[in-house]
């Protein structure tokens, strides 16, 4: 990729709006821009400019004789970020115009017949960590504060944006490196007496560094929830109140609900932010022996939804004793993360239902129970998980990756010093555990891993 020339693109999201902005950046900036623009005042950086956008009169032109408004097509604000102070450390000029596609898609085409070149996904973006003002972690985190769905997971997004996995991954690199460096030096250096770690001091400094790493990778379970959400089917035989119970939980008139059996006969599905975290609701048909064609397709939907789920909430009725349908589905549900719900909770139990423990109560009816369900749907995706969000923790496949990778390295090295394999060889098992935690920050990345990452972003990031 080509960091000397300019680009431009539109960096509002498509459609009309209040105000749209399009973005150049690069050396040729302020010279491709200011042809374009009737500014009030100079161009400063980091300040905001009331200006007007007007067809230029040829290339490197003079701005037109003030008085005369006939070029004129719109009012703007142009702001300048000086190099190397701006996102991509080059040369930026936004222009904030009122938000017509068609006033911003000719400014972008005013860009290209100067000079400049349309930017591909991520590229400002790419540009800003290829310019080392950010590391790869960061770079990530901008794509997913942009597509975040809850306010939590924008509060982690911006949390890695600031480096919080990039400072929880820096002290372990360094202790890795400063092991490699004094095996490197005994190697080296065998003839000046430079002393040599023995084995026991070397395995305790491996274990220092496999145990945080390990929890690291641990981490990655609930961050991927954060990261990408969790489904929720909810299942129950007919009429024990799974539609209510869905429409409680999306806080609205979601599901159709009678009080006929049978009623949902397709899935319904919702999302909705259980203590910020995206929970996709699945609404199943009841289950139970179908009485046509059409229930008979849904029940067999509602199977497919309950082995797919990541939590399943089964659904039972308090006030009828157990029927065989349940007794199957809670077999079942055995094989996955389960809440048993029994739900009618304020009408009239049968002897029966007593006695049933470990499981939430609620009345879909009344609201009974439902702060309840969330807390319990909340425990068993982990909670908010406090501490360790504020520290840094994978929310990313690829990092997951890179961290076992090392943990590989590490556990080799191990082995390597409990066999006493020489030095040389041992530090192939170390420089093999390093070279992951590189990748993760980007210290050390292929161009294919980059071009894969940026080109999930949006155009004009």
Known sequence: MNLDDTIVAIATAPGRGGIGVVRLAGPEARKIALPMLRLKHDLEPTRAIFGELIEPCGAGAPARDPEKN?????????????????????DIIEISAHGSPIVLHHIVEL??????????????????????????????????????QTLYQARIAAQQLEGALSRRL???????????????????????????????QILERIAALCAPLEELAASFAYGKIVHEGLTLAIVGRPNVGKSSLF???????????????????????ETVAIGGIPVKLVDTAGIRRALDEAESIGIRKSMEALADADLVLVVLDYSQP???????????????????????????????????????????????????????????????????????FLTNLRHQDRVR????????????????????????DLYSALRPLDEITGATTTDDILNLIFSTFCIGK
């Open 405 to 428: 990778e090392s943990l590989a390295g590490l556990a080799a090295a191990r082995v390597a010093v409990e066999n006493k394999v020489p030095h040389e060889m041992l530090l192939l």
């Open 247 to 269: 429409n409680r939980l999306v806080e609205r008139e979601r599901a159709i609900v009678t009080a006929s059996p049978g009623t949902t006969r397709d899935l319904v599905s």
């Open 170 to 200: 820096q002290p372990l690199k360094q202790k890795l490196v400063e092991l490699i460096a004094a095996l490197e030096a005994g190697i080296d250096f065998a003839e000046d007496d430079v002393s040599v770690l023995p084995p026991a």
């Open 322 to 392: 157990l029927a065989e349908e349940d007794h199957e589905l809670l077999r079942q549900a055995e094989q996955r993360p389960t809440i048993v719900v029994e739900n009618k909770c304020d009408l009239n139990h049968v002897e029966t239902a007593k006695n049933r423990t470990g499981r939430v109560r609620t009345s879909a009816t009344t609201g009974e129970g439902i702060p309840q369900l969330r807390d319990e749907i909340l425990h068993h995706i982990g909670g908010q998980a406090g501490p360790q969000s504020e520290s840094g």
């Open 70 to 90: 006939s070029s004129r097509i719109d009012e703007v604000v142009v702001t300048y970020f000086a190099k190397p102070h701006s996102y991509t450390t080059d």
């Open 111 to 148: 860009a290209l017949a100067s000079g400049a070149r349309l930017a591909e996904p991520g590229e400002f973006t790419m540009r800003a960590f290829l310019n080392g003002r950010i590391d790869l972690t960061q770079a990530e985190a901008v794509n997913d504060l942009i597509n975040s």
